[in-house]
């Protein structure tokens, strides 16, 4: 079984995405105009030829409960296409418990991602990062690992120190790291400094990570570009730690799904494909 980690859908009658659909904006991962626009569960089987399960991750809904409940209903549509979600709950909210408890009741929740880092412009005005230092933070990651759910961590390499540090504080509750951690400084410096802090959280040993969202900080990348971070992923997490998302459709701004797929073919070595294209995922996120 061939699974995709990372992507989204959105019908865009069904619920509003804020951020998808402002005007005029180009965002850390480019100009949004080309996707906004539904992108539904046909499509992205068509897009995605030669998988077979996926995994949906919450993208930014007005009303993340909406999102959730809607991508339920397209799981339960379909039932030859095993769909399961990573959806949003605000870890810091007082009605923490709550929330959880009702999103436990939709069949395909898996996980929960609230983000903390996007891209050092964005993070500035959003104040994501200072999640990290909130108390309410820890205590609903740890909540997570008690119910059985996990967490989609999407940070910046600057925040990863800081964050491994309160990662070890709740070490029941395993995480994916998307988009292998976000290194969005392409320079031999920049990637250096990126793999240094990604040891402390490859460390940690309730850490996968994901090789997706690759070009979202460089919409001209190659396999050759991108070749030193999937190599760091692979030696520091171990190809049983390492699992593959195509970010689809926000990755469709800089290459097709078919060419995506080679270039990860072609950088992980063949006899590491059944786990970082399927079994990885299907274990973390019991497929």
Known sequence: ?????????????????????????????????????????????????????????QVGAADPWAEAHWIQSVADQNP?????????????APDVTAQLDRLQTLASVRGVRQIIGRAPGEDQLSGTNDLLDNPRFLDGLKQLGDRGLSFDLQLLPELMVQTA?????A???????????????????GLQRWAQALHHLSALPQVTCKL??????????????????????????RPDRCMFGSNFPVDSLSSTYAVLVER???????????????????QFYRI
């Open 1 to 57: 079984m061939r699974i995709d980690a990372h992507h989204h859908l959105w019908d865009l009658t069904a619920v509003h995405y804020p951020w998808l659909m402002e005007t005029g904006a180009v965002r850390f991962f480019g100009d949004p105009t080309p996707i906004q626009r539904n992108y539904l569960l046909p499509e992205f089987r068509n897009d995605a030829k030669g998988f077979s399960a996926s995994v949906h991750i």
């Open 80 to 92: 030859d296409w095993p769909l399961v979600q990573v959806a949003f709950c605000d870890l810091t």
């Open 165 to 169: 540090t309160v990662l070890a504080q």
């Open 171 to 189: 070490p029941a509750t395993r995480v994916a790291l998307c988009h292998a951690g976000s290194p969005h400084d392409r320079s031999e410096q």
């Open 212 to 237: 997706s969202g690759l070009g979202m900080f460089d919409h001209n990348w190659s396999a050759d570009s991108v070749r030193p971070i999937v190599d760091t992923c692979l030696t520091q997490f």
């Open 264 to 282: 990860h073919g072609a950088l992980v070595p063949e006899q590491d494909h059944d786990l970082v294209f399927g079994d990885s995922a299907r």
